[in-house]
């Protein structure tokens, strides 16, 4: 039993070092996965194409401040500025809605609800892929660029 105890120990030390030692991960969302596209495109008609259309279009006249200061959800597909972030910053964004001083300008306030309670780190993923599943290779090369840098 005590020996069990000692293992259990050393297991959870082992694993809590890996965590906060290891390397932050980074890489790309690959859209070449069609299994993966096709749940991203279940998962963004129930939860995101509400607000980002149902062709990834955005808001009209997404660029222009509403009266509440706030900006219309930009579109996903490749006349969208999605494809200037790494994926890091855009899983960020899905899962914390934009953060002042870390994904938006400091004091930037948006309609963007965080979704880390809602979508799993793999639903996040596949909305992704199915995002970059529609953009021009030009803007998936360049994309991938940005997410591969460390």
């Known amino acids: 039993m005590k ?13 809590t070092a890996m965590f906060f030692f290891s390397k ?8 070449s996965d069609s299994e993966m596209v096709a749940k991203g495109k279940n998962i963004y008609a129930a939860h995101c ?12 006249e997404w660029r222009k401040r509403l009266p509440n200061g706030r900006l219309p959800a930009p579109p ?8 200037h972030h790494p994926d890091a910053v ?23 609800p965080a979704y880390a309670n809602v979508l799993s780190d793999t639903d ?5 892929a199915y995002i970059k599943s529609t953009w021009p290779p030009e803007a998936l090369a360049m994309q991938k660029e940005l997410s591969l840098r460390r």
């Open 3 to 15: 020996r069990k105890a000692i293992a259990l120990g050393v297991a959870s030390i082992a694993a």
């Open 24 to 31: 932050p991960q980074s890489g790309f969302i690959d859209p």
């Open 49 to 60: 194409a509400a607000c980002h259309g149902a062709n990834l279009e955005g808001q009209p």
């Open 76 to 83: 996903h597909d490749g006349s969208g500025h999605t494809w």
């Open 90 to 112: 855009l899983v960020d964004i899905v899962k914390n809605s934009l953060v002042p001083g870390r994904t938006a300008p400091d004091g930037y306030q948006s309609d963007m």
């Open 124 to 128: 996040i993923a596949a909305v992704l």
